[in-house]
């Protein structure tokens, strides 16, 4: 059974998460919420990147709400706020937070009301919460006390 993956924040880092986790069946892309540009903007930005280059895969936006990656068809967004983005809806288990905003536990909070199993944000996190770093403290990692 495969990991259903949103994500939020489409920038940078949102797109360099969908490059790697397209190279893993374990995960299933299913939406991406990002407020700036539509489908156009994100479909060429996932395509073209200066620093890493072109993408393999063939890309294009197939309407307002969706764009299609090789033969895959993924749901696009561009609400302004986690709890506003259907995520239970779309059968959500895992959401990339990749906008830089939403960082504490209160703000996470509007995600798992919406349904989602768990939240990796890709910047730092304040308060009580363990924030990972590859190479550098990951064997703090207890997979038997942390799920995805």
């Not at 073209?48 to 307002?64: A, I, Y």
């Not at 996470?108 to 349904?115: S, T, V």
Request: aromatic share 8%; glycine share 8%; proline share 6%.
């Amino acid at each position: 059974m495969s990991v259903r993956l949103g994500i939020n924040g489409f920038g940078r880092m949102g797109r360099l998460g969908l490059r790697a986790a397209w190279q893993w069946p374990e995960f299933d892309i299913v939406h991406l919420n990002e407020i700036q540009g539509g489908t156009p903007a994100a479909a060429h930005l996932l395509e073209f990147d200066t620093v890493h280059g072109r993408w393999d895969q063939k890309v294009e936006p197939l309407s307002d709400d969706s764009l299609r990656i090789d033969d895959k068809t993924v749901t696009f967004s561009e609400h302004a706020t986690p709890g506003q983005v259907p995520w239970r809806d779309l059968g959500i288990d895992l959401v990339l937070e990749c906008t830089g905003k939403f960082r504490t536990p209160e703000a996470l909070q509007p995600y798992f009301e919406a349904g989602v199993k768990n939240v990796i944000v890709s910047a730092p996190v304040s308060q009580d919460t363990l924030n990972l770093v590859v190479g550098c403290n990951d064997e703090l990692f207890d997979p038997q006390q942390h799920h995805l």
